[in-house]
């Protein structure tokens, strides 16, 4: 999780506008969603894959490592469009569902794509703050913020248990297992409630009036970037259209 | 598990992002109630909406001899409410995805029915049953998140089965395919998840009986902290 985020951080488009990557992003993944298999998920991912191994300079281990697990769904959730349940024999292999299951794969990875493409360019600490502007209520943001800014701290907690609980045979038998994850999961939300107190505590001394309120980076939408984005997107549309 | 970016047709994410959203305001109602009546309770719910994010992240042996996550979403509905986790378990899908690429943004509403809303209201409404028919703690508690995680998991089938129908026996007979795939490994993943939940709660009954008292889970008379 830390090298998504990373990245976000470290990319070359980090100093852009969130609302520019979004309209991209987003934009390809409903053409992704909203348009053919076939040839819409294969243009979506394609100019979502060039724009990441290009302009955004992800190298392709990364891209494996944070596509690995979803990939997993989609292919056991893509499975069950191989076989047929009812009539003689009661289970069978289908094979008119080859078609539907590669659509199906193809569009989700195409998503997956688009999805990446912007977690791996915008930082949740440069969203977050505004999403107030899109109507989310202050109170909403305001605790989301709080997970995420926990969220970290928490995970290097559980990871320094983990470790010093492995380094005392501490996952030799089940039991032993059971016992040292529950103790992990107690561990993380003692500190968690320390944490919020601490935090409490802290903002208490510095006059804390319920506002948790930061300072956004100002950063200006880039007329050229969004004219873009919306063109490729525009383009993916019209040559699905064609293609199709 | 989490219905991937793109696996749902426009038409199904859409209805149920619409189906998801009314409980997602309402929790979100309820806090605004609540930190507007207690400012300070914002640092306590993104303590916990953290703790339920690093709760799914933990790793639990499978009698599959591999290990999973658990859900969470049993001991989080325990501890914080079903309304406030609607609210927490949306923030932290949203969270999932932008930062594991677990689950995603066209599928946040279904995965939030199954996840914030489905999994968190079985939990909760199974340890009230248990408790109001004077079943210990343990066992309520193992019931809720075991239950809570099946419900999550038989929910997901549902909704992949109304998207990708069988076409010789329509919903029913995918119904009967998503779910048997999935239970191999959720039947005995849910078992996992119960028995580590009634850990969890009661080491951190020994250990943060304040806390759990602030958050209410000892409070009312059908959670009380008799132990049978």
């Known amino acids: ?244 | 598990m989490h219905i991937a970016e793109g696996y749902l047709p426009p038409l199904h994410a859409a209805a149920w992002t619409v189906v998801a959203a009314p409980f997602v305001v309402h929790g979100a109602r309820a806090v605004v109630r609540q930190v507007r009546a207690d400012p300070d309770s914002k640092l306590l719910l993104g303590a916990a909406g953290a703790f339920s994010f690093v709760l799914s992240a933990l790793k639990i042996p499978s009698v599959t001899g591999s290990s999973s996550h658990p859900t969470g979403v049993g001991l989080g509905a325990i501890l914080f409410r079903p309304p406030v986790m609607a609210l927490l378990g949306t923030i932290v899908l949203t969270f999932q995805a932008l930062l594991l690429a677990h689950g995603g943004i066209t599928t946040l509403g279904a995965n939030a029915f199954s996840m914030a809303v489905v999994g968190p209201w079985t939990a909760y409404g199974v340890f009230v049953l248990v408790r109001a028919l004077g079943g210990g703690l343990s066992v309520g508690v193992f019931l809720a998140a075991a239950l809570a995680n099946l419900a999550t998991y038989s929910t997901t089938s549902v909704q992949l089965a109304l998207a990708y129908p069988d076409a010789a026996s329509g919903v029913l007979g995918a119904i009967v395919k998503f779910g048997s795939i999935f239970a191999i490994t959720q039947i005995p993943l849910a078992v996992s998840e119960g028995l580590l939940t009634v850990l969890v709660v009661r080491l951190l009954r020994q250990v943060s009986l304040p806390e759990l008292t602030r958050l209410g889970v000892f409070r009312r008379p059908a959670v009380s902290v008799k132990e049978a």
């Open chain 1, 1 to 244: 999780m830390q090298s998504l985020d990373t990245l976000a951080h470290t990319n070359p488009w980090r100093r852009r506008h969130p609302a520019e990557k979004a309209v991209l992003a987003f934009g390809l993944l409903g053409c992704a969603v909203a348009l053919p298999p076939w040839p819409g998920a294969l243009l979506v991912g394609a100019v979502a894959l060039a724009a990441l191994l290009g302009p955004v300079g992800l190298v392709p281990a990364a891209l494996w490592r944070a596509m690995r697990a979803p990939l997993v769904f989609v292919a056991v959730g893509s499975l069950p469009l191989l076989v047929a349940v009812g009539g003689d024999p009661l289970v069978r292999f289908a094979p008119e569902g080859l078609g539907p299951a590669a659509g199906l794969a193809g569009r989700a990875v195409a998503a997956l794509l688009c999805l990446i493409l912007f977690a791996v360019t915008t930082p949740l600490s440069d969203t977050l703050p505004r999403l107030e502007r899109v109507g989310v209520p202050p109170a909403v943001v305001e605790v989301a913020a709080l997970v995420y800014r926990l969220l970290f701290l928490l995970l290097a907690t559980a990871s320094t248990v983990r470790e010093a609980q492995a380094r005392r045979l501490g996952f030799r038998t089940w039991a032993t297992t059971y016992r040292c994850v529950a103790a992990q999961a107690g561990a993380i939300f003692v500190g968690a409630f320390d944490r919020a107190r601490r935090l409490e505590q802290g903002l208490a001394l510095r006059g804390y009036t319920g506002s948790l309120r930061v300072q956004v980076p100002s950063r200006p939408v880039s007329p050229a970037f969004l004219a873009c984005s919306v063109g490729l997107v525009g383009a993916v549309v019209g040559c699905a259209t064609v293609l199709g």
